[in-house]
């Protein structure tokens, strides 16, 4: 009996140590919501339209999803984000069976540089170029599959820069 009891209170208290250091929340110590953010439009430099208003509606979908930090669209926040979409890329992944040059499968791929500034200090706390990447089946209708891809593209790019900023060593 005593013998079972000791284990069960060392296994116990194995447990227990080994949760000690985990805890949910933001990974960069700060309290979730505690430091309120806002997304400026981003800044289109491609040739492809619509590009610069699908990804910043899907930053601050992620920014909200996350909950790292408090999106607030007027006054001012703590920290102010602007990003500039300078590429925008289709390579062929696959082709046809039979067919060398009529291209089924593309890779689509936007590259971005995404600048994140406290505005107390002024101090800049990214400064980075991300590339988001989506595949795109394509159909009878480059275009129509074109802007349907989109979302994905964004949501990727999107990503990929609040990950960035929710684990800042700020």
């Not at 960069?28 to 800044?43: C, D, M, S, W």
């Not at 990003?83 to 067919?99: A, H, I, K, T, W």
């Not at 060398?100 to 791929?109: E, L, M, P, Q």
């Not at 505005?119 to 802007?147: C, H, I, Q, W, Y």
Request: aromatic share 4%.
């Amino acid at each position: 009996m005593r013998l079972a009891r000791n284990i069960l209170a060392g296994t116990l208290l194995v447990v227990l140590c080994g949760c000690a250091g985990y805890h949910l929340g933001p990974s960069n110590g700060l309290r979730a919501g505690e430091k309120t953010i806002q997304i400026v439009p981003v800044t289109n430099r491609t040739l492809e339209p619509r590009l610069g208003d699908a990804v910043t509606s899907a930053l601050r979908k992620e920014i909200q999803r996350d909950g790292t930090f408090r999106l607030v669209t007027r006054g001012t926040a703590d920290i102010v984000v602007t990003c500039e979409l300078f590429r925008y890329d289709r390579n062929e992944v696959s082709f046809v069976p039979g067919d060398i040059v009529t291209a089924r499968d593309y890779r689509i791929s936007l590259g971005a540089r995404a600048n994140a500034k406290e505005t107390s200090t002024d101090k800049t706390l990214l400064a980075r170029e991300f590339t988001g990447n989506t595949l795109m089946r394509l159909g009878n209708d480059l275009p129509s599959v074109e802007r349907q891809t989109l979302p994905m593209l964004a949501a990727d790019l999107a990503r990929q820069i609040t990950t960035a900023l929710a684990d800042g060593t700020w």
